[in-house]
């Protein structure tokens, strides 16, 4: 991440962890303003970012998360979610994503207000 549009611009901060979401807040060339779950923004390339959908359990959750077998809050719990733990997004619906836990061979359903890397109500298909 680099602190303005071009190679000319300080490094400001090195990401070591793939699949980590960005959001995209301004565009500029090839170049984009991103901003991450810590409210840190800088500058990075397009080629450094995915078009792949990933999202965090929210940085301000303080209680595991359930990851259900189906859309509903009385679906059976496969497993329970730290913060910051990172998701593949497959779907969503506006009330629930289905999620892949990256790294691991374990999918299902967290209520989407639980997630940073998608917005409220946004539909995912």
Not at 2 to 19: E, F, I, K, M, N
Request: proline share 6%; net charge neutral; charged share 20%.
């Amino acid at each position: 991440m680099r602190v303005g549009p071009s190679l000319d611009h300080a490094t400001q901060w090195v990401y070591q962890v793939p699949g980590l979401p960005l959001e995209i807040i301004a565009e500029y060339d090839n170049w984009r303003q991103v901003r991450d779950c810590d409210g840190i923004s800088g500058w990075m390339h397009r080629a450094l970012l995915s078009g792949r959908r990933t999202a965090l359990i929210g940085p301000w959750i303080t209680a595991p998360v359930p990851i259900r077998a189906a859309p509903r809050a009385s679906a059976n719990t496969v497993a329970n979610l730290a913060a910051r733990v990172r998701l593949a997004v497959q779907s969503c619906d506006g009330a629930w994503c289905h999620v892949e836990i990256i790294g691991h061979d374990l999918d299902g359903f967290v209520r989407q207000s639980a997630l940073w890397g998608v917005y409220p109500n946004e539909k995912i298909m």
